[in-house]
């Protein structure tokens, strides 16, 4: 499983920006795809993930402002995120998993992409 995320930017607070993350190779039967977050220094932080039943979780910093959605035709999985505000400036990273919600939450996922990287001025 390969995954490329794209859209990332420079945007003022306040502002807004999608991620979009495709997958390409052995997709088939993926539950779980995600967005991640890093800050240098920082661990990886789960931001928010989808499953194939229309399971979702979002961290609390994130909820109400972002929002997860999957289009699985293309297996592809997007991450609208609204009122940005400095604090969410980061490298963002695409994951999935043949797992699905609950497996992955207790247990990460198996598959990145390279991050794209979310700068938030203020």
Known sequence: VQLQASGGG?????????????????????????WYRQTPGKQRDL???????????????VTGRFTI???????TVYLQMNN?????????YCAADYGRLAYVLRNGMDYWGKGTLV????
Not at 11 to 31: P, R
């Open 47 to 61: 931001v928010a993930i989808s499953d194939s039943t229309g399971s979702t979780n979002y961290a609390d910093s």
């Open 10 to 34: 420079l945007v003022q607070a306040g502002g807004s920006l999608k991620l979009s993350c495709e997958g390409s190779g052995n997709t088939f039967s993926l539950n779980s795809m995600g």
């Open 69 to 75: 959605s999957r289009d699985n035709a293309k297996d």
């Open 119 to 122: 700068t938030v001025s203020s």
């Open 84 to 92: 940005l505000k400095s604090e969410d400036s980061a490298v963002y």
